[in-house]
């Protein structure tokens, strides 16, 4: 479900009679050069049918109180209409809707549009630049599972079939029309530029290794060798290796640099799953009380504007996948791909 998807949906119906966008100026055109009708200055005045300012925003404020969110003030500033939605009820409806809707920013599923992804190996498996296209791979599959295409693991099943490779390897592919390209490009050396020589079970090891340096410079833990400590830490490893590939273009090179805020972000979240843990086990032991439904929590409390910022990044999330959706459909569906030499071209 996205919430902000249907607020829109909610103004284009009280603005035009129309939930589609695309008949906002066919709409409001075809009145205002109707003479017999009133000559409306703005789409405001047009979707409460009035021409008095003050009456237009108390309508149009009036009627978003039973909208997914309440509009609480209305600016009208160089032909332009700027609306402020009630802050306290639409972290509440978010929150609420995020952690009780396992279904939280997905797409309607159209099955007829099928996906599957598959990574072309010609490198060595254990090579950091493999491990990139499993992981642009594994990212795109995500992606597609939230979106409205339909994902396949059967590559005949598929009505579309990416494929994530490098310009190498894109010379010993044939292509057809269900095929389509992803081009993962190289991985350079930070010192010589050139392509690196690391292996990834390397990578892995220095950036767990950095992680447990973390734990003991910045937050004073004492060296541990019990089993679980050893697993978080191989484990924020890998995450860390994740973000320093991910934040990255695809198509562009990639030169492997440490980067002291992931280290930061991911240490701290395991820390506070591992207050969940030890939260979880007092309760299954009664010494602390479950915590109590959802509904039943009073989120007014969240009023602080580092908390509206985080909500407005969840509340976000759904528009965030579409958008990385749409240019992916783009770039696979559109047959608008970057030429690569004379190694395949696309007609």
Not at 176 to 200: E, G, M, N
Not at 216 to 245: M, P, S
Request: aromatic share 10%.
């Amino acid at each position: 479900m996205d919430l902000l998807n249907y607020f829109n949906d909610e103004v284009y119906s009280y603005l035009l009679k129309s939930k589609d966008s695309k008949h906002v100026w066919i709409n409001y055109l075809s009145e205002f050069c109707d003479k017999s009708c009133i000559n409306y200055q703005n789409i405001l005045f047009y979707g409460s049918e009035q021409n008095d300012e003050i009456k237009a925003i108390e309508t149009f404020k009036n009627a978003s109180s039973v909208w997914t969110f309440k509009i609480v003030e209305v600016i009208i500033k160089n032909n332009s209409c700027f609306f402020n939605i009630e802050r306290s009820s639409c972290i509440t409806k978010t929150v609420r809707e995020i952690f009780m809707n396992s279904n939280f920013g997905m797409s309607e599923k159209f099955n007829d549009e099928s996906v599957n992804v598959e990574c072309k190996y010609a490198e060595d498996e254990s090579s950091l630049l493999s491990y990139r296209k499993k992981l642009i791979g594994d990212v795109m599959r995500n992606l597609i599972c939230y979106s409205k295409y339909a994902y396949t693991n059967e590559p005949s099943n598929a009505k579309y079939q990416v494929i994530v490779t490098t310009v190498a390897n894109l010379k010993n592919l044939e292509a057809s029309t269900r095929q389509k390209f992803v081009l993962c490009a190289a991985i350079l050396d930070p010192k010589t530029k050139k392509k690196i020589q690391t292996s990834l079970t390397e990578y892995l090891s220095k950036r767990s290794q950095d992680m447990h340096l973390i734990s003991i410079h910045k937050y004073g833990i004492r060296v541990k060798t019990d089993d679980a400590f050893k697993e978080l830490i191989e484990r924020l490893g890998k995450n860390a290796t994740n973000l320093d590939i991910l934040e990255v273009k695809h198509s562009s090179a990639l030169i492997l640099t440490s980067n002291s805020k992931q280290e930061f972000i991911l240490y701290n979240s395991a820390r506070l799953e591992r207050i969940m843990e030890s939260f979880n086990k007092k309760v299954d032991e009664k010494y602390y009380e479950k915590l109590p439904h959802l509904n039943n929590i009073d989120l007014s409390v969240l009023n602080e504007e580092e908390e509206w910022k985080l909500i407005k990044i969840m509340l976000l999330f759904p528009d965030t996948i579409n958008r990385s959706i749409n240019d992916l459909s783009k770039d696979l569906f559109k047959f608008i791909f970057r030429k690569c030499s004379d190694c395949l071209r696309l007609s």
